[in-house]
């Protein structure tokens, strides 16, 4: 198998033949996906997946663990990192959302996430790295790994000043959304894009704990509703992370 920036390690056609791992699934032409429930960059990818119609089998995996065999697969042991065979019919393993987003969008055909047109494509970019980078720094950073990054890793308790901050952060990123959305069909245009896929992933994760006011930004509210119907969509709705149970209006497409 290839693993991207980590040389070549030796080709399989069966389970993993690391010594001792039990949790790498992967086969010859079964591609696998690495991923924690509620992180958006996975999110990200796994609604381009749905989007492509690509089967693919999901690895919870705790990047903190650091179990050399996920460190063999990611040298910078961080999720997502997705396991394919390339167009050669060699496994390659890739990681980071924006190349495995690329990658994805380069070697698959159906379901396209970015225009045909450069400008277009440039906007969709532009929005969809605005959450990735933008969004993740001013709310993420404060809310979802104060909330359960912390538990999950046994942290601590919560720094409630730096979570009011993101909250407060929050609003200003819905404002932005609920504008965006006013005025087009889609964030991006008027046809769905990586800007959807990546926005809906980083909200999702918002509102699985409970922390949007989507009655005070009704437009963006409507274009949620309409990513949230896509058959995407629905893996992510029947997500449970032990610990922090979803609000009753997290699964409801009439929410």
């Known amino acids: 198998m ?17 010594p001792g791992c039990g949790r790498c699934v992967y086969f010859k032409g079964m ?7 509620l992180d958006p ?45 390339d167009p050669a019919g060699d496994e390659i393993a890739l990681a980071d ?11 698959y055909g159906g379901g396209r996430v ?34 359960v990054d912390k538990r ?3 942290l601590g308790s919560i720094d409630l000043e730096a979570f009011r901050r993101g909250l407060d952060n929050l609003r200003y990123h819905l404002d932005y959304v609920n504008w965006l959305a006013e005025r087009r ?19 999702s994760c918002t509102d699985y704990l409970d922390e949007i006011p989507w009655r005070d930004f009704p437009f963006a509210k409507d274009w949620y509703a309409k990513i949230k119907s896509r058959p995407s969509f629905r893996p992510l709705l029947a997500d449970h992370v ?12 009439d929410f």
Request: charged share 30%; proline share 6%; aromatic share 8%.
């Open 185 to 203: 069909s889609f964030l991006a245009g008027e046809r769905l894009t990586l800007a959807d896929l990546a926005a809906a992933a980083h909200l």
């Open 2 to 18: 290839k693993v991207a920036g980590a040389g070549r390690a030796p080709r399989t056609t069966n389970r993993c033949v690391l």
């Open 41 to 85: 960059f996975c999110r990200k990818i796994r609604l381009i997946l749905g989007e492509k119609s690509l089967k693919t089998t999901l690895v919870e995996e705790r990047p903190w663990e650091q179990r050399a065999e996920f460190c063999a697969l990611n040298p910078a042991v961080a999720v997502p990192v997705l396991v394919d065979e």
């Open 152 to 154: 999950l890793k046994g």
């Open 242 to 253: 032990q610990g922090f149970p979803p609000p009753r209006h997290y699964a409801d497409l």
């Open 31 to 37: 591609r696998t996906l690495y991923h924690m429930p």
């Open 97 to 107: 959302s924006y190349a495995i987003a690329e990658y994805l969008e380069d070697v």
């Open 114 to 147: 970015l225009p045909g047109a450069s400008k277009a494509r440039a906007e969709a970019r532009r929005i969809a790295q605005w959450f990735d980078d933008k969004f993740e720094a001013e709310v993420n950073r404060f809310v979802l790994r104060e909330k």
